[in-house]
C-alpha cells in the first residue's frame, strides 16, 4: 500500500476517533448515559463547550477530506506515489492530528496555523501529480 493510501486511512481512523470516542465521551459527559439513550432532540445546538469544539472539530475534518481523499485516490489510480504525493499526504494527516488536538483544548491562534499547515500538504500532493520527482 502506498503512503498515500496509508494515509488516507489514517486521516479516516482520526474521524472515526473524534466521532465514535471524543464526541460520544464529551455528549456522555454533559448529558449522562441516560441523555444518550433517549432522543437527544433536547440538545442545544450548537452545543456549548468541549462537545461544541468537538463539532466543529469534526466538521472541519469532514469538510478537508472532501479535498484530501480524491488526491489520495488519484494518486492510486494513475500510479504516482512520489516525494511531493507521500510528503503532503503525511504533511496534511499530521496537521489534520495537531488541528483536531487544538482546536479541542481551544487554542485558536495555533489551530489556524495547523489548519494552514494542512492545506500545504494538499498542495504539495497536487503538485506531486504534475510534477513527479
Known sequence: MTAELTMMLAALFLLAVLTNVVQMSALVAGHGVGGMLRSRAD?????PGFAGRTDR??????ENLFFF???CL???ILGISNG???GGAQLFVAARVA?????????PGLRSAAFGVGTAGLVLMVIG???PI
Request: proline share 9%; net charge positive.
Open 43 to 47: 440538545i442545544p445546538v450548537p452545543k
Open 74 to 76: 488519484l494518486t492510486a
Open 129 to 131: 501529480l504534475f510534477i
Open 99 to 107: 488541528h483536531a488536538v487544538l482546536y479541542l483544548i481551544g487554542v
Open 84 to 86: 511531493w504525493t507521500a
Open 57 to 62: 472539530a469534526i466538521d472541519n475534518l469532514k
Open 69 to 71: 481523499l480524491p488526491l
